[in-house]
């Protein structure tokens, strides 16, 4: 009787892992795609859409708002407060930089803005307020949060010439995913829209019973990558990357997730670099996933914004060989 319970045991037990590891599976699908979308088509109302050269589709945050985002997934409500000029900050800068002053412009998307931990919690905010608390006295030290959810390398860029490069910041940290280098949002987005008009109301229904909330995301990123193909986009990356270099000539440190970079974009990358003056590639960044700081999907949680903060703040004072921040 006893080895019977036993066996009924383990089999309970087999079987309820088999059953959350498919629940875990279905639903880290669904956050993947819905992170992938980026909230961007879903809460229109928090962002402007200015007309900016030739990007149909790009968009910045509305200055001035203060917006809750209660995710099921996150389990509490977090606030994003931006300021009068549309940074996800607390703080307004003014755009002439005051005597004494160190001015760092962090760029990037939802990593760099802090999606899904308030905003006191991104890393460009923990990163301000380890350098006020260890940097020389008499220095102010200004981090200034550019990043936007969703942008890719164009986007990035275009809002650091319309929104950014007026601050003059003596450094700028631009933190990269992998997939940055592989989004179009110009034709993504753009195909998305096409997608979803001419899907009717019961194909609808049906991908939305298979869980696939976001199927024309998924389905336009499948077309871009299958039509212009990796070699072309990284092309085309490139090309915005001279864009940057134009445009800025300061310091930059391009800070890598080393797993979600594969080598042709390092290989990229460090063409970029050797052309490029007073730059430097950061490849340590650490894998927050391994230590256990990320939410579902990807995203940091409020340990993980801190550990970027804590690495970039050690890069910039011990790791590299300019004095853009000193400690003495």
């Given at each position: 009787?006893?080895?019977?319970?036993?066996?009924?045991?383990?089999?309970?037990?087999?079987?309820?892992?088999?059953?959350?590891?498919?629940?875990?599976?279905?639903?880290?699908?669904?956050?993947?795609?819905?992170?992938?979308?980026?909230?961007?088509?879903?809460?229109?109302?928090?962002?402007?859409?200015?007309?900016?050269d030739e990007l149909l589709h790009y968009y910045e945050l509305k200055p001035g708002e203060v917006e809750t985002?209660?995710?099921?997934?996150?389990?509490?409500?977090?606030?994003?407060?931006?300021?009068?000029?549309?940074?996800?900050?607390?703080?307004?800068?003014?755009?002439?930089?005051?005597?004494?002053?160190?001015?760092?412009?962090?760029?990037?998307?939802?990593?760099?803005?802090?999606?899904?931990?308030?905003?006191?919690?991104?890393?460009?905010?923990?990163?301000?307020?380890?350098?006020?608390?260890?940097?020389?006295?008499?220095?102010?030290?200004?981090?200034?949060?550019?990043?936007?959810?969703?942008?890719?390398?164009?986007?990035?860029?275009?809002?650091?010439?319309?929104?950014?490069?007026?601050?003059?910041?003596?450094?700028?940290?631009?933190?990269?995913?992998?997939?940055?280098?592989?989004?179009?949002?110009?034709?993504?987005l753009t195909r998305e829209h096409d997608i979803l008009k001419s899907t009717n109301a019961k194909k609808r229904?049906?991908?939305?019973?298979?869980?696939?909330?976001?199927?024309?995301?998924?389905?336009?990123?499948?077309?871009?990558?299958r039509i212009v193909g990796k070699e072309r986009l990284l092309s085309k990356q490139q090309v915005y990357l001279?864009?940057?270099?134009?445009?800025?000539?300061?310091?930059?440190?391009?800070?890598?997730?080393?797993?979600?970079?594969?080598?042709?974009?390092?290989?990229?990358?460090?063409?970029?670099?050797?052309?490029?003056?007073?730059?430097?590639?950061?490849?340590?960044?650490?894998?927050?996933?391994?230590?256990?700081?990320?939410?579902?999907?990807?995203?940091?949680?409020?340990?993980?914004?801190?550990?970027?903060?804590?690495?970039?703040?050690?890069?910039?004072?011990?790791?590299?060989?300019?004095?853009?921040?000193?400690?003495?």
């Amino acid at each position: 009787m006893r080895k019977k319970q036993i066996k009924l045991c383990i089999f309970s037990i087999i079987a309820s892992c088999i059953l959350v590891g498919l629940i875990y599976r279905h639903y880290r699908w669904i956050i993947t795609s819905y992170l992938r979308a980026e909230v961007v088509f879903l809460h229109k109302d928090l962002y402007l859409f200015p007309k900016i050269d030739e990007l149909l589709h790009y968009y910045e945050l509305k200055p001035g708002e203060v917006e809750t985002d209660s995710s099921v997934w996150l389990g509490q409500t977090v606030t994003y407060t931006t300021n009068d000029d549309g940074l996800n900050a607390e703080t307004s800068y003014p755009v002439q930089k005051g005597p004494h002053t160190v001015r760092i412009a962090a760029i990037g998307d939802s990593f760099t803005f802090g999606q899904y931990v308030n905003t006191p919690d991104s890393y460009p905010s923990r990163l301000e307020d380890l350098l006020a608390r260890n940097g020389c006295k008499g220095t102010t030290y200004e981090v200034l949060n550019l990043g936007v959810s969703g942008y890719d390398i164009a986007y990035t860029i275009h809002h650091f010439m319309h929104k950014g490069r007026k601050y003059t910041p003596d450094l700028v940290i631009w933190l990269m995913n992998g997939h940055n280098f592989y989004q179009d949002n110009e034709y993504t987005l753009t195909r998305e829209h096409d997608i979803l008009k001419s899907t009717n109301a019961k194909k609808r229904a049906e991908f939305e019973r298979q869980g696939n909330y976001y199927f024309a995301m998924d389905q336009a990123q499948e077309e871009l990558m299958r039509i212009v193909g990796k070699e072309r986009l990284l092309s085309k990356q490139q090309v915005y990357l001279e864009e940057f270099s134009r445009m800025y000539s300061g310091r930059l440190v391009l800070a890598l997730f080393d797993s979600m970079t594969d080598p042709d974009i390092l290989l990229l990358l460090w063409g970029y670099h050797g052309r490029r003056p007073n730059t430097w590639i950061d490849r340590d960044v650490p894998d927050l996933p391994s230590r256990g700081e990320t939410i579902p999907g990807g995203h940091p949680n409020v340990k993980g914004y801190q550990t970027l903060a804590n690495h970039l703040y050690q890069y910039m004072t011990k790791k590299t060989p300019y004095p853009v921040v000193s400690m003495k």
